[in-house]
């Protein structure tokens, strides 16, 4: 825009962005002389992966002694889930640099990531999480799998499909298939050889009989999900 640019308590800006590619990849308003911000600021981020700290300016003021003036009376869109949330902050005056170059005053979009392990509960989650966590860290490459991954985590919405996400992740429920099946078989068993045992106090007799007994177990172990066992024989 050229020359000045106000926005009146009832206009409303919307802002696209992607995640992997932060920083080039966004909506931008540049204003020539001054800018005055109002109304409601819808922000649409891409679904995409966001790294913590990548910032999106979204208006640029250009021209020494022009300034960005103002606030929006209310953002939307400025969280995507769980783990991922964005926030929005502007520049002051004006600043001259020491060359002379005048430098724009900008608002600008932050991105704000939270550790996956917050939203754990058990030791294996919290395993799951902090693998996530250090993965990220080091640095992801776009378009991976892996990558794709994340980008569900990321829009999940509360802890609780975050823990059955790190479960899931984590394999625990082969292994408490595992531990069902071997009770299971080991349940079985035991009414077998007590039925056998007390077969004794029983008079023989010719021909065909028929027994049985019915048994259940239940278990809920902590840091596996919660296993219901049941065996009829």
Known sequence: IVGDFTMDADSSMDIEFNGMNGGNQNDLLVVTGN??????????????????????????????????????????????????????????????????????????????????????????????????????????????????ALISLDYLADDAAAQAAFDSLSGIGYAAYTDVTRSLGTGLQTQIDNRLY????????????????????????DDTPEVDRKSVG
């Open 35 to 148: 800018a005055t911000l109002n109304g409601a600021l819808d922000l649409m981020p891409a679904v995409d992966f966001y790294q913590d700290g990548t910032t999106y300016d979204f208006v640029t003021v250009q021209g020494e002694g022009n300034s960005l003036s103002g606030a929006f009376a209310s953002t939307t869109g400025a969280t995507v889930g769980r783990f991922v949330s964005f926030s929005v902050s502007q520049t002051g005056d004006l600043v001259v640099t020491a060359d002379g170059g005048p430098t724009a005053n900008t608002a600008t979009i932050t991105v704000n990531r939270v550790a996956y392990a917050t939203a754990a509960s058990t030791a294996n989650q919290t395993a799951v999480a902090g693998a996530l966590d250090a993965a990220v860290a080091g640095g992801v490459t776009a378009g991976s799998d892996f990558v794709d």
């Open 198 to 221: 007390r077969s004794r106090d029983f008079p023989r007799e010719s021909g065909w009989s028929l027994w049985a007994r019915g048994h259940a177990n239940f278990q809920d172990t």
